[in-house]
T-cell receptor
Framework: SQTIHQWPATLVQPVGSPLSLECTVEGTSNPNLYWYRQAAGRGLQLLFYSVGIGQISSEVPQNLSASRPQDRQFILSSKKLLLSDSGFYLC????????FGQGTRLTVV | AQKVTQAQTEISVVEKEDVTLDCVYE???????LFWYKQPPSGELVFLIRRNSFDEQNEISGRYSWNFQKSTSSFNFTITASQVVDSAVYFCASSGTSYGKLTFGQGTILTVHP
């Protein structure tokens, strides 16, 4: 069966520091992968998606970037975090529906 | 572009009451999909149901039921005989043919009191 792993679960980072969140999927090949963000008290917003290695599509302009160095690995990065980057980040892969990871709660201080 | 509206921000009920969560969607796609997800306090999103735009049959799964009406662009979710474990945030979402590119509503916080 397919599983999705996302880490770390929680992260507190100072403004201006770099960020790297990692997501890996097991049990499937060439999955479509997604990064979503949930701001406090709001719905989820799609940030990036990828249909293959090295292929990244950005849905909203922002301080973040994504990369897919391997088939089942999806990384969310930032060179310098802003306060507004705080939120709950969820990685997902899709088959006939989207399956989400456990999420990373990022607090930028 | 798609849009999903969940007008109910918070709902509070007492255990064993029935509760309906409303969802209204907007899309120009002829083929689209509608979803409900549950987000418990742990934060992960739990898939509940997917419906496609060509299937308006209502669906029942245990205490959960869904009513899809294209005429009113609605996809409502009913929990019968609610339980404390149903307390969570519930999201309605839509997509085109790419299932993972979801447009979410703002979510409804459901609190079931014992």
């Amino acid at each position: 069966s397919q599983t999705i792993h996302q880490w770390p679960a929680t992260l507190v980072q100072p403004v201006g520091s770099p960020l790297s969140l990692e997501c890996t999927v097991e049990g499937t090949s060439n999955p479509n992968l997604y990064w979503y963000r949930q701001a406090a008290g709001r719905g989820l917003q799609l940030l990036f998606y990828s249909v293959g290695i090295g292929q990244i599509s950005s849905e909203v302009p922002q301080n973040l970037s994504a990369s897919r160095p391997q088939d089942r690995q999806f990384i969310l990065s930032s060179k310098k975090l802003l306060l507004s980057d705080s939120g709950f980040y969820l990685c997902a892969w899709s088959g006939r529906e989207a399956f989400f990871g456990q999420g990373t709660r990022l607090t930028v201080v | 572009a798609q849009k999903v509206t969940q007008a109910q921000t918070e709902i509070s009920v007492v255990e064993k009451e029935d509760v309906t969560l409303d969802c209204v969607y907007e899309t120009r796609d002829t083929t689209y999909y509608l979803f409900w997800y549950k987000q418990p306090p742990s934060g992960e999103l739990v898939f509940l149901i997917r419906r496609n735009s060509f299937d308006e049959q209502n669906e029942i799964s245990g205490r959960y039921s869904w009513n899809f009406q294209k005429s009113t662009s609605s996809f409502n979710f009913t929990i019968t005989a609610s339980q404390v474990v149903d307390s969570a945030v519930y999201f309605c979402a839509s997509s085109g043919t790419s299932y993972g590119k979801l447009t979410f509503g703002q979510g409804t916080i459901l609190t079931v009191h014992p």
